[in-house]
């Protein structure tokens, strides 16, 4: 109830800060029997590694992944499976005014508002360090997903600062270190990363996140709504400010003979909803995007005030990812999943295994 | 888990179908020695009421609430609060085709796939007749709210279909149909709902929220953040299709430069955070704005296919909102209040009351 | 979290107080499809209603219970099921020195240094009225149970004070208001009850509680042990001081030769787990025993204190059971119905439905 | 909810089996700011480590503590602590007839039934090793709410098979293994244990566990009553069979007059109640005793079936202790501690913190 957990019945419990000894978490109601290796984990955090990139922040981290419990001989048995990945690059270094002073757009003065004790280093339990655990829950869930189900979550930036990117095809999207789904738009956003580091800046992204082969009936119509459910793991997500699912904020100006998606034998027309009617996934795609604002950590100076109120000034050094929305990807695509996996165990709970004898509707084509 | 009950600490498990005999909810957990009456809470639910104006449904329901334990002597015991709503005008009509059929854009088709059996007078459960409950609940949140804290909620329409409405001044929200805080574009408004009941369509809504005097410190960073479970409690209500909080997608094309709100001895010098920083309130106004799809019941026939897959064509008669988002605003209040005070009991219970002998910021004025 | 719901996906959430309008609960997590009427209800409340032989309180109750929500058509359907009991027999009378004395033995003191406040009316909440609308929901779970599993639960009374009772055969348990297993002690029974209320005084009693038909494979193993959660569920039961699964004390002095329930082909040799093994069922009968206090409501005159802190005295008239042991047994079957259900919801959610497919060792007959 | 987590607002969550690389817990909800080291740990790790006397378990494990989270600069910082401790005795040994067949009174053929699969070293998941954890967490508890409220928490063995040990000082409890509070005793204890580990068998025991100092107020009534809780907590407890609070079981022969505590301005004049009215704590001592059964794994041969349901022998040699009860004491201990935190924090959610301003009663001395 201190909020470290997520999910119900596939829960989450993580642990650790930026710079102790580790971070990690416990995934409690894995159904047993799934196949499972430290491999299978690792591939989706190589994905949301820091380093790989001039455009995202160059601490070196490994991320490497030991799965202490619950895997026995390859298999999940059913108990809880703890995941530990030691910190290797916590930097010895001057904080500097960083202890006695609050960074604008951080934690720093809530957390110290809220606890009256506050792990400074490197943002301590609210840096975007604290995604990987989320990620090596979410490949979990991700295969149990696939394998039962056929599900599949993906991912991409939609928009960088003012540059939109348009969707040309599913392959772009991993050849860059963007995850843009076009490649013809990369030299433009490294010139434009480029320039913003030059400025000691930072910017915002949109991302998009859809998740294909979803069974009918996943969501508990009130309040655990799937689509409450994505939003409030979405915007749990470091640096969210916005969510939308389906047509999203363009559902204000649609009228009901717009927005409504018509049904056929052969399947949705549309999708405005977003693969979500009433709580309740339809089983076309589930559609997710994100707004994800600026860094705050920039090298420009800012106007701060220090524990005491006393007015200072902040330029943040040390190592940090221009815009954070570049590595987010990887990690609203395992939020997603694990929302739709705790879902799906909550439908075998109340309803049975998901229902295969109704007349099915063909989903709707991905975009 | 089945998913009837919003928060933790403060809960509310509602029950009940639009034409079934009654509507109400269990209020678990609210600190003792509250004064509390019937007319606290009916103040609130009259401001939701259906009937009140030609743009809403004409069904006619007092909404008339009855505690049903939970308070003695007019003042909260720390027992359940039991709230009854008896459902007074339940037309018993033909529901003719939608009985078998699934009207585009509603939970018709979901629900039954998810359950095999569905309520089908008036929407059942998916209804949003089931907001009453929820508002009755957050009138006794904001009771709580205002006496410990001086917290008050307030919402207003901002954007009806195209129709973008300015914010004027708090005093116009009470003084029109439409919760508009801008006197002058009210006859604009109406007369676009006239011309939209007889096309027979309906359109969608923006809606902002806003709470003021909210203590600093609440919210728990990982994943409970206040802004994360303000997401889950909007995304929740019924046709709600984006959530933004402060700057929210508009933080997107921001610099960091320019979105991280300073401090000064003075007090936060914006409120692009929207109130919330690491998932934690700052002792800012905390700002929400939510996009509310078109109603998907209208007169214009639609597509859609029946119980055995084949095609069949729906129009909805019966009474509805052309707008949901008319008669939202005092639910999205009600489920801000009540995101509020659960995190307000969280605080209590693992940092303590909330604390005053930190050096406070100012606030910055309401917009 | 403020403490009245039982269960995590199977919940009952009750409400409402001895003398307060009404008494119910909200059952949440219901799976659809399940034939439901009001009858099905009432006649597990009927077992459990006050006022039906001279050895219980002399309250009339019909505890007649009306379904509000989650049954359409005879068939529950996901939605959340509202049982509502309108009291009706709250005498309007001089509530005496109890409103301002803590009578011993009773919650008075603990509710009021807890909240400050307290309903002193027929002791408010902490009454055993309260134990009704557990008993109607455990209506609910038993028939689910029963129409999935064939599981039947049933219980007896097998001390009252110092007599023990003999177990001699199911079929005496209805024809005699103790719910005794023996007729032949029933004369016995009834001239130590008559002696009692003559004395004023009460008396304690113990009663065994036994699933015949129970799944393989129930219960989570830490902490969430289907033995763990019937404690719980059992010493919430007002009045309980003690629990025991199977061989319960007994397996203090015994040897582990002697304890550990041997296996055969045939099925297990013995029942000293009482159906429970590191916290899963085993399939064989779960046998529980609950000890259950005298009632704290005695007309001997007894020292105490006023909310002032000085000496009182305290003399009990009012309506009472002389043993609340005696109306207990409906209550307990109840509540392990209640924890079985749930149970059988988590163990569909981890592992799906429960399996048949591994040889089954034969249960044990009940004794 | 697949159960491995205990606690509502200060949860502990478990992970790891007997012969994996490592067991350990995430603590959730500690309050910041309370001065934590690992010494302060490992104290109470070190009274429940086995090999310590020829009387447990010959398994050599240090139980090292390390504290991956949650403390910064020797202090709680609100976050989730960590908590690990390596496996290092984990014998690469050959399992034998373990792997296929089913050992009586554990837990092998209820986890293979659930699960399909089990990890049958050392018993796993299921092994009693899986309490250090707790251990460990509950120092935590128990450190808070001594710095508290002046809480303490002690245990004591009162009966070892057929030998009953009479209470004759705390101040015995850590001279021996038994932790038996008189020191006469022992000899006759370990004599008996001697020829137990000849015959090759095992016992079972009796504990009391007994908390002083403990704030009126804690639990909440229905369902989660402070006594609820408690038998939760002991019954999830390997080996544990049945559980009382106060009279337990004695207080089915009580009278009324006899049971209920009579208060006077000088405080209450007995404990019938173990310190808990209504399911909320008294003041007094919270007086809980456990049955613990004897320890299934024997060398005297057994009867079984394998996998397949055919007829098998079991002996079982390994390192095991031959009555699990005596190195209980501490555990027992933590799980008290641990349910008393949960309350604690739960009462400031509600009722803020703990009241002073009411007339206190002053708690009965402990017996």
Redesign the interface.
Known sequence: ??????G??F?V?????SH?????C?V??????LALTEADIQTELDRRRPGTSRHVTQRQELDAV?I???V??G????????L?IRNTDQRSKDYGNIVET?R????D???????????YRGG???SAR?TAPVVAAGAIARKWLFEKYGTQIRGYMS?L??IEIPFTDWSHVAENPFFAPDADVVPKLEAYMDD?RREG??????LRVIATGVP??L???????L??????????LNAV?????????????????????????AGF?GN???G????????QDVEVAI????????R?P????D?????ATVETFGRHDPCVGIRATPIAEALLALVLIDHA?????????V?VD??K?AARAPE
């Open positions: 109830m201190a909020g470290n957990t997520l119900t019945l829960t419990t993580t642990f650790g800060e102790g000894p580790a971070i990690g416990v409690d109601g894995c159904p047993p029997g030991e202490l419990s619950g026995f001989e298999v999940t048995t059913g108990a809880p499976i703890a530990l609050f604008p757009g951080h934690a003065y809530t957390y110290w508002q809220k606890y009256g004790v506050r792990d301590g339990r609210s604290l928009q600062g003012d913003l800046d930072s910017v915002g992204a949109k009918v009936g969501g508990d119509p009130l309040f655990d709504k689509d409450a459910d994505i939003a409030f793991a979405m915007m749990g400010k916005g969510v939308e699912i389906g047509a999203g904020f363009k559902s204000v100006s649609q009228k009901g003979s717009e927005h409504g998606d018509e049904l056929t034998p027309v405005n909803a977003g979500v009617l009433g709580g309740i996934s339809t089983g707004a994800i604002k600026p860094t705050s950590s920039i420009t800012r106007r701060s005030i524990k005491a109120g006393q007015p165990l909550r439908h075998r709970a109340q309803c049975g295994d229902s109704t007349p509707i």
